[in-house]
């Protein structure tokens, strides 16, 4: 790709994944370094554009939130047109967020026509004292599908940066 002066990258980046599973929550860690333990509070926020350098541009993501209504499995496909990047969501302390994995990422692919940066994000890490998925179980599975890994916490930070950061590197490079 030409190495324009004006040249924009701006990217979209949807988050998907059971309800409560801490999705809001990293959006706002990630984009304002903010984190609300009442879940109820994260509404209407359609998306959040943030950026990054690389190699030495500006990289821009908007990054998708649903407004909740993975509770209703209706999350419609405007919400993944044109999506390039995906963080796929569980909680390490509930196992049936784990388990729904796969079909996200059925859906995922249903609504995609393109390659699709995805990591598998398993959330909550500093909940370890009430661990129901092991780190090795996320990992396998993230190998089986071809996803990057990773465990967060949008509580205490741990990795949240990392997690987005590492999805938009991979859709520059994808592009680029
Ligand atoms: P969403 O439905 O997936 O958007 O989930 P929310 O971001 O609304 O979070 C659901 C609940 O989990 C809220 O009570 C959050 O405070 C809590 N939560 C989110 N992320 C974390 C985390 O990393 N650690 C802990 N302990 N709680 C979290
Ligand atoms: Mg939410």
Do not use: P
Not at 40 to 65: H, L, P, R, Y
Not at 137 to 152: I, P, Q, R, V, Y
Request: hydrophobic letters at 40%; a negative charge; glycine letters at 8%.
């Amino acid at each position: 790709m030409e190495d324009d002066e004006g040249e924009e990258y701006l990217f979209k980046v949807v988050i998907i994944g059971d309800s409560a599973v801490g999705k809001s929550n990293l959006l706002s860690r990630y984009a304002r370094n903010e984190f609300n333990m009442n879940s109820k509070a994260t509404i209407g926020v359609e998306f959040q554009t943030q950026s990054m350098d690389i190699d030495g541009k500006e990289v821009k993501a908007q990054i998708w939130d649903t407004a909740g209504q993975e509770r209703f499995r209706a999350v419609t496909s405007a919400y993944y047109r044109g999506a390039v990047g995906a963080l796929i969501v569980y909680d390490i302390s509930r196992r049936t967020t784990f388990e729904s994995v796969g079909r996200w990422l059925d859906e995922l692919n249903t609504h995609s026509d393109t390659t699709v940066a995805r990591m598998l994000v398993g959330n909550k890490c500093d909940l370890g004292n009430i661990r129901d998925v092991s780190i090795e179980e996320g990992k396998a599975l993230a190998e089986s599908e071809g996803l990057f890994f990773m465990e967060t916490s949008a509580l205490d930070s741990t990795n949240v940066k990392t997690a987005f950061e590492m999805v938009i590197r991979e859709i520059y490079n994808n592009v680029s």
